[in-house]
Structure formats: C-alpha cells, structure tokens
C-alpha cells in the first residue's frame, strides 16, 4: 500500500518550502519522492492535516455582465507573462471571500463584490497534486472601478485585461494561460449567464 513514512524538510522560507519524503510504493519498495509547499512546517502539510484550511483564493470576475476580468503576469519561471486570473493566498485570520476582495484590490485596483452561493462552489481544491499540497477555493463576483498598479508588490509586474468573449477566444487560441484561467475562459465564451451555474438547484443534483 503506497505511504509516506518520513518527511525531510530542505527549505525554510516564508510563502514556500521544499520537502523530501520517503516513499513507499504500493509493492513495499522506498523510494524518494519531492515536493513543495505554502506551509512552513511538517506537521502543517496535508499528509498530517488532511483537513486544513486553503492556502489561496483564485477569482473570477464579471465586468458588467459580459467581459472577465483577468491578469497578464510576468511568472518567473517562465520568463514571461502568461494569462491568470486573479489570484493571491489567504491571511491569517480571512475567509476566502475577504481574501477575493483584497488580492481583487491589489492585483487590479478594481473593487470586487462577491456573490452568495452554495458552499459546494467554494470547496478548496488541490491545484497540482502531484508537485504540492497546494489548494485555493474558487470565488466568483463582480469587479467595477478602474485598473491601477497602486497595491502591486515590488516583485508584482501584472496588466489587468478586461476581456470580451472575441477577446478571450483570441486568447485561448494564440496566448499561453494558466490551467484555472484556460477552464473559466472555455466556461466564459461557451455563452449565456457565466454565473448560471451558481443558481443551479444543488438540493436534487440538477447542476
């Protein structure tokens, strides 16, 4: 049965660490096996706390009724600006929705109104299982204001694109994306009320 039976912890930095188990494979063999983290301690990762809370808060933003909002970041392991949503980990002390808010105000200097829906939406959800135990929960709303670069971080370097749906498509078809910003793009141009879902009746599994 495949286990994790000794973490070895490599690094020791604040929003990411490094962390080297040793492994059992379903047969009985040992094997190393590398991975990262959001947390800054062992007993803190998921394999000692299944059910901790998320680590961060991806959002997907109405402009109005037909335009998303989304960001073109500079990601540097890439070497270059890909397309995102908007995104950022959770403080200590918020709830998601409260984190939605303030990264939406960083990130974009755009003011962001989340909308109400069943908890089911906002079910934190691993984002790479395979390489971390990162997960972020989902939150969706409405943004309005104009963009600015007041809030960004000195390491920040982010244009905010207020996007129709010709203008996703085109960004689908030509740009690089983030996987969360590929699947809410394809939702987004597929037509009608992005949102629709959210009013779904979840009671008798009509989504």
Same mark, same amino acid.
């Given at each position: 049965?495949? @286990?994790?039976?000794?973490?070895?912890?490599?690094?020791?930095? @604040? *929003?990411?660490?490094?962390?080297?188990?040793?492994?059992? +494979?379903?047969?009985?063999?040992?094997?190393?096996?590398?991975?990262?983290?959001?947390?800054?301690?062992?007993?803190?990762?998921? /394999?000692?706390?299944?059910?901790?809370?998320?680590?961060?808060?991806?959002?997907?933003?109405?402009?109005?009724?037909?335009?998303?909002?989304?960001?073109?970041?500079?990601?540097?392991?890439?070497?270059?600006?890909?397309?995102?949503?908007?995104?950022?980990?959770?403080?200590?002390?918020?709830? &998601?929705? $409260?984190?939605?808010?303030? $990264?939406?105000?960083?990130?974009?200097?755009?003011? *962001?109104?989340?909308?109400?829906?069943?908890?089911?939406?906002?079910?934190?959800?691993?984002?790479? @299982?395979?390489?971390?135990?990162?997960?972020?929960?989902?939150?969706?709303?409405?943004?309005?204001?104009?963009?600015?670069?007041? +809030?960004?971080?000195?390491?920040?370097?982010?244009?905010?694109? /207020?996007?129709?749906?010709?203008?996703?498509?085109?960004?689908?078809? $030509?740009?690089?994306?983030?996987?969360?910003?590929?699947?809410?793009?394809?939702?987004?141009?597929?037509?009608?009320? &992005? *949102? @629709?879902?959210?009013?779904?009746?979840?009671?008798?599994?009509?989504?």
């Amino acid at each position: 049965m495949s @286990a994790v039976k000794k973490i070895k912890q490599d690094t020791h930095n @604040a *929003f990411l660490n490094f962390y080297e188990l040793e492994a059992e +494979g379903r047969t009985g063999n040992d094997f190393p096996y590398y991975m990262v983290s959001r947390m800054t301690k062992p007993e803190n990762l998921e /394999i000692n706390q299944p059910k901790r809370r998320a680590d961060g808060v991806i959002v997907f933003a109405l402009y109005g009724s037909d335009r998303i909002v989304l960001v073109r970041q500079y990601r540097y392991p890439l070497g270059r600006r890909i397309y995102e949503l908007p995104a950022g980990l959770i403080d200590d002390g918020e709830n &998601p929705r $409260e984190a939605a808010i303030r $990264e939406m105000k960083e990130e974009t200097g755009l003011t *962001f109104r989340p909308v109400h829906t069943d908890p089911l939406f906002e079910n934190p959800a691993y984002t790479t @299982a395979g390489m971390t135990d990162e997960k972020c929960v989902l939150v969706c709303g409405y943004a309005e204001g104009e963009p600015d670069e007041a +809030g960004l971080e000195l390491t920040e370097d982010i244009e905010v694109v /207020i996007a129709d749906r010709p203008q996703a498509r085109r960004i689908l078809r $030509e740009e690089s994306c983030a996987l969360p910003c590929a699947y809410m793009l394809i939702h987004f141009i597929s037509g009608g009320d &992005p *949102f @629709a879902f959210l009013s779904a009746d979840s009671s008798n599994g009509n989504l």
